[in-house]
């Protein structure tokens, strides 16, 4: 006789193959991990009524497929249910038999049982037109069937089964969207990827499908870096072993296990949008998400790697977290353990340090800049720059310690490279006094420093600012000397300049060099450029008021000094282009420039 659900079953049931689940193949996860529940309910029963015949080693689940039939079959020698069992658990949509035995195991140990919400069983409906379950439970003569299509309703009776445990059978939807779960290949696939963990050996035929000893529960001294290398390489399809494993086993009032590895080269989509971070959520060895970003905060998200918890709060699908302070926790916890890791390999391994930084750096620099510096003290020493003396990159603290006494800030100035940055005339003179100037190559770099400021009480300086106050007091004079006398040689040049710069003034900050580009706002020559290469900033507004200092202690100065008309047009196109160029910009109208070369020439 057919029997209804209990609970309104055909809305009830309609949501838990269309709503809950998402993905319908982690049905099999489902029906597997029931089948581990099951043979740890037996085990655990066993162990408490003194049974010592059987261990661990006699537990199985098997995996039959029959293309032409159309089914699916799935058995274990688990606790077996009777007939009430069957219509508590299977009649009754949402009850849980596992969640009122892990109270009851609750101080039990190698326990592990998975289910809590007594759902997952009703997931095969999204791929089964009808399930048949058989089941002789542990010390019972009699076995039970129970069969239904789907919310219409289930049938419960007896049947002959030899051996304690259950058996469902499947029988696959028609379509070929569902032929694929009658396939050896895609099944071996999904133990591998959903169910390698669970603890006992899942069978298709004569072959074990799965690993079942994760190595994250193995202490860190039983597992070699060959095996940390092979498991990072097989797991996360890597062609290199990782630049460091990080191992971590967390126990107390939470409980959590964790393997993360630092990999040696970012994948093909890292700095795109495709780019997916997260490390893989394990529920007891099963897996539950393959990308959990809530547990690895983006300044690390090149990290791989799994957490393992049986303490987690899940959503009633699994495939999703709750929202709590257990998440918060893990996240924290590795968020530390990872910048320590970092700053061991700064410390311990530089040339390792270096290979990472050279893959990975520049997240870690969006990562600061995007936290508008809350995230200062966890990213700041973990920094490293190119510089004009050294070299090796350089941090903020091994810069700071080689500054001479008589050095107040700390200077930067951005180029295409370190060796174009040594080039500049702004920087010879600071050369000259002994101070290292950090190369920024990067486009964010500059914004960056604009936002740290300042570190260890030392003010960020671009060797471009006006304020760099490196002028002696007869430096000073002569510059107001030169101001006054040559007036009108400066509002020449900048009118034969127009709108292209701010203003034409003299320096004494300049060597060997006869002119450069500074900028007189906070937006520099180079942020400009970032800003301007960005989609729909052409037009931006925000642009650098570009200043044209001329070296006052240069021989050109001086012939500046003889000149008018024409030709003090020339020479006036002529030095911008060449600031233009020094500075690693291309001339803003290569005609004019050589003409102006021309008529000097000749």
């Given at each position: 006789m057919k029997k209804q659900f209990q609970a309104e079953s055909q809305r009830l049931l309609d949501l838990m193959i269309n709503s809950i689940y998402s993905n319908r193949e982690i049905f099999l996860r489902e029906l597997i991990s029931n089948a581990g529940d099951a043979m740890d309910k037996r085990y655990y029963h066993a162990l408490q009524g003194g049974e010592t015949g059987l261990s661990r080693d006699d537990f199985a689940i098997e995996i039959a497929l029959d293309v032409d039939a159309r089914m699916l079959t799935l058995r274990d020698n688990g606790c077996g249910m009777s007939a009430e069992e069957l219509e508590g658990n299977l009649g009754v949509i949402a009850h849980s038999g596992t969640l009122e035995f892990r109270e009851q195991a609750?101080?039990?140990?190698?326990?592990?049982?998975?289910?809590?919400?007594?759902?997952?069983?009703?997931?095969?409906?999204?791929?089964?037109?009808?399930?048949?379950?058989?089941?002789?439970k542990a010390g019972a003569e009699q076995a039970w069937q129970w069969h239904s299509t789907g919310a219409d309703g289930y049938t419960l009776e007896e049947c002959d089964k030899a051996d304690t445990g259950t058996e469902i059978t499947l029988v696959l939807k028609d379509g070929e969207d569902f032929d694929e779960y009658l396939q050896d290949w895609r099944v071996k696939a999904l133990v591998k990827?959903?169910?390698?963990?669970?603890?006992?050996?899942?069978?298709?035929?004569?072959?074990?499908?799965?690993?079942?000893?994760?190595?994250?529960?193995r202490s860190k001294n039983e597992v070699t870096d060959e095996e940390y290398a092979a498991f990072y390489r097989d797991t996360f399809r890597a062609a290199e072993a990782p630049l460091r494993s990080l191992h971590v086993n967390v126990e107390g009032q939470f409980e959590y296990r964790a393997l993360l590895f630092l990999p040696a080269r970012p994948p093909h989509d890292y700095y795109s949008r495709d780019f997916e971070k997260g490390l893989k959520l394990y529920a007891n060895g099963v897996m539950i998400m393959e990308h959990c970003k809530d547990l690895l905060p983006d300044a690390f998200s090149f990290m791989r790697g799994i957490v393992d918890s049986s303490d987690l709060s899940l959503n009633i699908?699994?495939?999703?977290?709750?929202?709590?302070?257990?998440?918060?926790?893990?996240?924290?916890?590795?968020?530390?353990?990872?910048?320590a890791e970092l700053k061991n390999l700064l410390d311990e391994d530089r040339a390792a340090y270096n290979e990472f930084y050279a893959a990975f750096g520049l997240n870690l620099k969006y990562a600061l800049y995007g936290s508008f510096g809350m995230q200062r003290e966890l990213?700041?020493?973990?920094?490293?720059?190119?510089?004009?003396?050294?070299?090796?990159?350089?941090?903020?603290?091994?810069?700071?310690?080689r500054m001479p006494e008589t050095q107040q800030h700390i200077y930067y100035a951005t180029g295409e490279s370190a060796a174009q940055i040594k080039r500049l005339p702004q920087c010879e003179r600071l050369a000259e006094q002994g101070a290292e100037i950090i190369c920024l190559t990067d486009d964010m770099d500059e914004f960056l420093m604009k936002m740290l400021w300042q570190v260890d009480e030392k003010e960020l300086k671009n060797v471009n600012d006006a304020d760099l106050d490196l002028e002696s007091d007869e430096e000073k004079a002569q510059l107001d000397q030169a101001r006054e006398a040559d007036q009108a040689m400066f509002e020449a040049l900048k009118n034969s300049l127009g709108e292209r710069v701010a203003v034409v003034e003299p320096t004494t900050r300049l060597k060997s060099h006869a002119v450069c580009l500074?900028?007189?706002?906070?937006?520099?020559?180079?942020?400009?450029?970032?800003?301007?290469?960005?989609?729909?900033?052409?037009?931006?507004?925000?642009?650098?008021?570009?200043?044209?200092?001329?070296?006052?202690?240069?021989?050109?100065?001086?012939?500046?000094?003889?000149?008018?008309?024409?030709?003090?047009?020339?020479?006036?196109?002529?030095?911008?282009?060449?600031?233009?160029?020094?500075?690693?910009?291309?001339?803003?109208?290569?005609?004019?420039?050589?003409?102006?070369?021309?008529?000097?020439?000749?």
């Open positions: 609750k101080d039990a140990d190698d326990i592990d049982v998975i289910g809590q919400f007594g759902v997952g069983f009703y997931s095969a409906f999204m791929v089964a037109a009808e399930i048949t379950v058989r089941s002789r990827r959903y169910s390698d963990y669970i603890r006992y050996p899942i069978k298709l035929g004569d072959e074990v499908l799965n690993s079942m000893s994760p190595i994250w529960k699908s699994r495939e999703m977290l709750q929202q709590d302070k257990q998440v918060a926790l893990i996240a924290k916890n590795l968020e530390k353990k990872i910048r990213l700041l020493d973990l920094l490293q720059f190119a510089t004009t003396t050294q070299d090796e990159p350089a941090t903020f603290a091994e810069y700071i310690a500074t900028s007189a706002s906070e937006v520099s020559l180079d942020m400009e450029r970032v800003l301007q290469s960005q989609p729909g900033m052409e037009d931006a507004p925000m642009k650098a008021e570009r200043v044209l200092q001329l070296n006052v202690n240069h021989p050109v100065y001086a012939k500046l000094q003889q000149l008018d008309g024409e030709q003090m047009a020339d020479y006036a196109t002529l030095l911008y282009n060449q600031a233009l160029l020094i500075e690693g910009y291309p001339v803003e109208d290569a005609a004019e420039f050589s003409n102006a070369i021309c008529r000097l020439m000749a």
